[in-house]
């Protein structure tokens, strides 16, 4: 069984950092898609970053400059390091996975990934 668990969220200021960790408790599969994306009260979700088993990663546009996706397979840990924090960015952060690149892609149009964490509050005040 799949599981992620995240941590690291909080309160900051604006201009603050903040380093969210994703810990996962097995993977069976050979490839992977995992990463992150937010949801603020009222808002649609909003990808932020993912990396893949070749260690390509991509930003949303809006996180771009400032966030930095990274990952330690030893300890089989996902990172979101986000610094320059901007009210903008308060949601809550859900770390995901899959074994496929739909969750990225269609996450506008309610896609999902096949696993999703339980989420960790990022609060940010100006």
């Known amino acids: 069984q799949v599981q992620l668990v995240e941590s690291g969220g909080g309160s900051v200021q604006s201009g603050g950092s903040l380093k969210l960790s994703c810990t996962v408790s097995e993977w069976p599969y050979n490839t992977y898609v995992m990463g992150w994306y937010r949801q603020a009260p009222g808002q649609e979700r909003e990808r932020v970053a993912y990396i893949d088993a070749g260690g390509s990663t991509a930003y949303g546009d809006s996180v771009k400059g400032r966030f930095t996706i990274s990952q330690d397979n030893a300890k089989k840990t996902l990172y979101l390091q986000m610094n320059q924090l901007k009210a903008e960015d308060t949601a809550m952060y859900y770390c995901?996975?899959?074994?496929?690149?739909?969750?990225?892609?269609?996450?506008?149009?309610?896609?999902?990934?096949?696993?999703r964490g339980q989420g960790t509050q990022v609060t940010v005040s100006s």
């Open positions: 995901v996975a899959d074994t496929t690149y739909s969750w990225w892609l269609l996450l506008h149009q309610g896609a999902v990934a096949r696993f």
